[in-house]
């Protein structure tokens, strides 16, 4: 078996198996409520009636039944048969939802499918080179993609990495500032907003009134402190908005 189908073939069982670890996961992400909050807004402020959308690594749904009561034709994909066999039970007799098992890396369909395609947490799985380009391929001229992805500079979230590896997979690699900047090979337009810098500090209070009252106010020094070029390296998210796709990597 070659190395890209034993590393699929690692991802499918550890995301098969994703939800008995989630809620542990889950609690530590829920202090990254301003990177998400943006990329919803950049997802459902992008599809409109009719619309042609792909998630990218739905999981058990992520947004894909938001962007359908928009009135947008929503495709979610995943390498988990499990999680999208739950996404399938969801959507069972609602209009404008499929959900396929599928390899990002391999996208199963046509050049100028989509309107938009968005993914939370996706491509730091992935070989960015072919997922990149299987997304400019398939993003029509005038569409955007979307992402939400952590970083991988900061040494204090690495160690927290290394010392929870039961909640990730031994091939996820947060991006990295030239991986952000490889985008543009592929992408005319790359657009990055960076956020939660000293917000971690209420990661462990985050289910309390008190985590969340403290959680604003670093989001609002966060705010302060990533203006600063040089600090947005030790981000925890970062928030991708692309367009202008550059088909066969044409940027160079």
């Known amino acids: ?46 599809a409109t009636e009719g619309s042609n959308v792909l998630e990218y690594g739905c999981g058990e749904g992520g947004y894909a039944f938001d962007l359908a009561k928009k009135g947008s034709s929503v495709t979610g994909i995943d390498i988990s048969d499990v999680r999208i066999e739950h996404a399938r039970a969801r959507a069972a007799g609602l209009a404008g939802l499929n959900f396929k098992v599928m390899n990002a890396e ?19 799985h992935l070989d960015l080179n072919p997922a990149l380009a299987e997304v400019a391929r398939t993003l029509r001229g005038s569409g955007e993609a979307v992402f939400l992805e952590p970083l991988g500079h900061n040494p204090l979230i690495n160690l927290y990495r290394r010392l929870t590896p039961a909640y990730r997979t031994p091939d996820e690699h947060p991006l990295l500032l030239r991986e952000v900047r490889l985008m543009s090979r592929y992408f ?35 705010d302060l402190l990533l203006r600063v070029p040089f600090l947005r390296r030790y981000a925890w998210m970062v928030v991708l908005k692309l367009g202008d796709p550059r088909k066969n990597g044409a940027g160079g």
């Open 188 to 222: 005319g337009s790359v657009q990055a907003q960076y956020f939660h810098l000293t917000v971690l500090l209420a990661s462990s209070l985050s289910r309390s009134l008190g985590g969340r009252t403290m959680a604003r106010a670093l989001e609002r020094v966060d």
């Open 1 to 46: 078996m070659a190395a890209s189908d034993q590393r699929y073939e690692r991802e499918r069982e550890f995301h098969n198996q994703a939800s008995e670890r989630w809620d542990a996961v889950e609690k530590f992400y829920e202090t990254a409520s301003g990177a998400r909050k943006r990329y919803k807004e950049l997802v459902l402020g992008r």
């Open 106 to 124: 391999r996208l199963e369909f046509p050049d100028d499918t989509f309107d938009l395609i968005c993914g939370a947490a996706i491509l730091h």
